[in-house]
């Protein structure tokens, strides 16, 4: 019960994020987008797991890693944008 309860959290936060870029409320480039789908496909998998759902599994995991790499490259461009370049600390 609580494995599917997660199972189903998983699944809103991933529709959420879809349904925010779709409608353009969230930037499919944002940290929020990529942690929302991160969330989502962690939970997916927890609540696969246990119900031997491979094929939801592997799909999930695969989407969590492509999640988190673009969670870090929105983190870096964030981060990028923060810092002052070396000519302005010079000046």
Do not use: Q
Not at 13 to 22: C, M, T
Not at 28 to 42: D, E, K, P, Q, V
Not at 79 to 85: F, I, L, M
């Amino acid at each position: 019960m609580v494995t599917t309860l997660i199972g189903f959290a998983g699944g809103l936060a991933v529709l959420l994020s879809f349904a925010g870029a779709a409608t353009g409320r969230l930037s499919t480039r944002s940290a929020t987008y990529h942690l929302m789908n991160l969330a989502g496909a962690i939970a997916m998998v927890a609540a696969g797991l246990p119900a031997d759902a491979w094929p939801s599994v592997v799909v999930n995991v695969t989407w969590a890693l492509i999640s988190a790499h673009g969670l870090t490259r929105a983190l870096a461009a964030a981060r990028s944008a923060y810092e002052p370049r070396t000519e302005e600390l010079y000046t």
